[in-house]
């Protein structure tokens, strides 16, 4: 199918949309608290769309054809495809106000109604809101949202590209109401869906739309509800519906985060004008483009060909990437420039990094630099290389230069790494450790916390006062300690039986290990939003890790000095300090974790020798970067289970280690939670109502467990019923001896009022029913 007005030859599949300094997180959370208005709202979003506008043609997207997405949300864009479907839960029915009222609603839930369902978006550190479907839902055009931004546009002189979630990753990512029948499946209303999608297209074809991007990343994942070959079956369905609709804009279909190769062919055939496929962490089918098979599919439509890293912030290497460019064009395919994955995933602009080294500056390419590279190479394919050939000189020298560098390589991190046995790997058998742990004391259905504490506004400003040399290290440190110490007896009076020092010192937990390692460096303006106004500073990780000196000792020893109970020594996994940095892409990952492991080890050794009998190591992103495809996964898990055991292999028996995983499908990888081979292992469970603790009791599994009765992601205080009810849950799958009681996550975004009433009722239900 031959696009009417065909898409220019650069184009991105989004960008970041918090702001630049996240201005709409201000903005949105704001309005939270009541001290702005709706409207006050809504023009902030305005700006902030037009602004974003204006710097992508400023960087070289054309404003004409369809080049520039809008990819703005309040909060994610599978909740935006809920409101543009009409498809409202029936437990929100109730929900009085706005529609964007009823948006926020859904994702963080008020007094009367717990909020979606949060998880990752496939293996990335971002979480979407899980649409509930069932039987009844009702589904009905809500264009209203996408209408306005396609005019916003057309009013800057701008012809945008509305980005929705396609219809079969939508239904493929949402999950059964609790009122669907047996057997249901939200894919089983995929012609309803389809349905409305029609008439969504036809509403943006009324506005004024050219173009339309419908992201399909369901297509290259192993990990949902269906195969990939089943996936594919169900595009074809939807799209030859969705492309023979009477009136539409042109069709965008994106397969991105993943390898889309085996079904391209399909893809190119199906009723729509473009389609794209990521060529950083996928490949193209070498037999149907060498055969000519691949080019007679696309015919004329057009192939966007993701070529620039929507994922990590390193150069793209221009000349490999124009060469593979020149093949595509030179086989007779139409190719246009794009980006592997919409780059909400990566920062705004390495320019506003005032104190990064010059040097590993010069490595790097964050949201903007990709839109130049994308732009470069579209002229590259316009004009013949010899046009930007000085482009393509200075991209060498820096990877050269990446490659060279001191620091990149350190003989004696490399030498510790390959000097690790199967022994180091491997602690006490289960049985002799739950022995030595008795001399712990810990009561059946303990009571604990995931480790942070609010920061509060008090914090951040020591902090900055601190940052800016306006209060010295004693008086900072002093700080510190009170705050340490407010915590301690807080926990001592709500009564909890495993305390922590609530981490008052960290700014983030995984930027706090990277400011004290070898081989990282953290930014000053690098946020990436991880879900709703959730943004985080992912470290880049550029070189050998090593520890210089101990970390955490000195804090988590004061703390246990304070009291009497056990209090546990926090530190942050390997896998997750990979997963939330900017990792090297210049190694395999199992070698840099190994590293990372290693730093751990050692601060492990000097937490027990300092007094410390309970170390947990937070791995949150376990589950987050099992790869997509399915061959590569057992890889993954051995060396990520590995690193975690490397890290506390070195663990006597009488030491009790503890992890924490959270916003997974834990049943797809409950051999590797098992094989972690952590004393306790503490899972987020609120929202899901205790999915997770199925899967547990059916593999058997034998050490301790908790399952989050309490979910922090929402406001809302949770009562000592509803907590008591999940408790109970929990207990009819775990013994006793083995459950342990606690949030779902750390407490760093939460007000201390929130917190005190949700941890005391948590408290009260523990006791509870351990007393039934």
Known sequence: MTAKTPLPTATILGYPRLGRRRELKRAIESFWKGNSSEAELTATARELRAATRARLVELGLPAEGGAVPESFSFYDQVLDATLALGAIPSRFSDVQGSDLVTYFALARGDKDHQPLEMTKWFDTNYHYSVPEIDERTPFAANPAALVAQVAEAAAQGIESRPVLVGPVTYLLLAKASDDAGEGFSPIDRLDEVVAVYVELLGALAAAGAGWVQLDEPALVSDSLSVSREEALALVEKAYAALGGADSRPQILLTAPYGDSSAGLTRLAALPVEAVQADLVRGSLPQQALASGELARAFGEKQFVAGVVDGRNIWRTDLRAAFAQLAGLKDAGISVVVGTSNNLQHVPHDVNDETKLDARLKSWLAFADQKVEQVAVLARGLAEGAAAIEPELAVTEAALADRASAPGVHVDGVRGRVGAVTDADRNRADEATRREAQEGLSIPNLATTTIGSFPQTGEIRKARAAFGRGEIDQNAYDGFLRDEIARVIKLQEEIGLDVLVHGEAERNDMVQYFAELL????????????????????????????????????????????????????????????????????????????????????????????????????????????????????????????????????????????????????????????????????SIEAARSRMDVVEPLGDHGYSRGIGPGVYDIHSPRVPSIDEQSELIRIAAKRIPGKQLWINPDCGLKTRGYEETVASLTNLVQAAKAVREA
């Open 518 to 681: 070898d081989g990282f460096a953290v930014t000053e303006n690098g946020w990436v939003q991880s879900y709703g106004t959730r943004a985080t500073r992912p470290s880049i990780l550029w070189g050998d890790v090593s520890r210089p000196a101990p970390m955490t000792v000195a804090w988590s020893a004061y703390a246990q000095s304070l009291t009497q109970q056990p209090v546990k020594g926090m530190l942050t996994g390997p896998v997750t300090i990979l997963a939330w940095s900017f990792v090297r892409d210049d190694q395999p990952l199992g070698d840099t974790a190994a590293q990372v492991a290693l730093a751990l080890r050692d601060e492990i050794d000097d937490l027990v020798d300092a007094g410390i009998n309970i170390v947990q190591v937070d791995e949150p992103a376990l589950r987050e970067l099992l790869p997509l495809d399915a061959d590569r996964q057992g890889s993954y898990l051995d060396w990520s289970v590995g690193s975690f055991r490397l890290a506390t292999g070195g663990a006597a028996p009488e030491v009790q280690i503890h992890t924490h995983l959270c916003y997974s499908e834990f049943g797809e990888i409950i051999d590797a939670v098992d094989g972690l081979d952590a004393d306790v292992t």
